[in-house]
C-alpha cells in the first residue's frame, strides 16, 4: 500500500458525458501526476501538478484538464468523453520536482468504461 | 522508434531460476530509471530505481544500468511464481521535466 488514494475505484460513462476522478496523495508528498493505461500498454503521461499548477503535459487534448487542491489532493476532469478515453487512470504521488530521488507512487487506479 | 522499448514477451522461468528483463530508450538525456511490477487488474508497484551506471542490489532483485548503451535491465534471482507480473520500465529526464515515460512492459510467468 503507497498510501495514494484515488476515487472511484470504477466508472461506467457514455460518450459525451463528462467525468472527474480524485487522488489524495500520500503523506509528505505534494506533488501528483496522471497517467492513463490501455489495455496492453504502458502508463502515459498525462500532467502534474505542483503547488496547485500544471507542471508539465502530455500529448493529450485540452478535454484532459485537472486541479490541484491546497492539501495536495487533485482531481481530474474529461469532457466530451470518447470510446478511445476507455482505460485505466494512475494517479501518482511523489515529493516537489528536483528533490532527489523523487520516486513516484501510484495509486489504485480508476478503471473508465466509455460506452 | 519507441522512446522506451521492452520484450512485450511471455517469458516464461522455472521457479528458483533466475529472470533477466530488458529495456532500452532512446533519450540520452534520460537521467533515472524505475522498474515497476504490475499483477493484472493492479496498479503498478515501484520495485526498483537507479540512477548511476552499474548495478544496484535489493534482496531477489539486480537492477542494471548501461548509460552508453542506452540499457537497463532487471534480474529477479530464485524466481517465486508471486513474482509472475509484467513488469514495466520507465525513465525520467528530471531537470524540472518529470514525467515518466514507460515501455509497454515483459509479461513474466514463473513456472512452479
Known amino acids: 500500500e503507497t498510501g495514494v488514494t484515488q476515487s472511484p475505484t470504477h466508472l461506467i460513462k457514455t460518450r459525451g458525458q463528462q467525468v472527474t476522478l480524485r487522488c489524495s496523495s500520500q503523506?509528505?508528498?505534494?506533488?501528483v501526476s496522471w497517467y492513463q493505461q490501455a489495455l496492453g500498454q504502458g502508463p502515459q503521461f498525462i500532467f502534474q501538478y505542483y503547488r496547485e499548477e500544471e507542471n508539465g503535459r502530455g500529448n493529450f487534448p485540452p478535454r484532459f484538464s485537472g486541479l490541484q487542491f491546497p492539501n495536495y489532493s487533485s482531481e481530474l476532469n474529461v469532457n466530451a468523453l470518447e470510446l478511445d478515453d476507455s482505460a485505466l487512470y494512475l494517479c501518482?504521488?511523489?515529493?516537489?520536482?528536483?528533490?532527489?530521488?523523487?520516486?513516484?507512487?501510484f495509486g489504485p487506479g480508476t478503471r473508465l468504461t466509455v460506452l | 522508434q519507441k522512446e522506451v522499448e521492452q520484450n512485450s514477451g511471455p517469458l516464461s522461468v522455472p521457479e528458483g531460476a533466475i529472470a533477466s528483463l530488458n529495456c532500452t530508450y532512446s533519450d540520452r538525456g534520460s537521467q533515472s530509471f524505475f522498474w515497476y511490477r504490475q499483477y493484472s487488474g493492479k496498479s503498478p508497484e515501484l520495485i526498483m530505481s537507479?540512477?548511476?551506471?552499474g548495478d544496484k542490489e535489493d534482496g531477489r532483485f539486480t537492477a542494471q544500468l548501461n548509460k552508453a548503451s542506452q540499457y537497463v535491465s532487471l534480474l529477479i534471482r530464485d524466481s517465486q511464481p508471486s513474482d509472475s507480473a509484467t513488469y514495466l520500465c520507465?525513465?525520467?529526464?528530471?531537470?524540472?521535466?518529470?514525467?515518466?515515460?514507460f515501455g509497454t512492459g515483459t509479461r513474466l510467468t514463473i513456472i512452479p
Open positions: 520507465a525513465v525520467r529526464r528530471d531537470f524540472g521535466n518529470e514525467k515518466l515515460t
Open positions: 503523506s509528505g508528498h505534494n506533488t
Open positions: 537507479i540512477y548511476s551506471n
Open positions: 501518482a504521488s511523489s515529493a516537489p520536482p528536483g528533490q532527489a530521488p523523487n520516486e513516484q507512487f
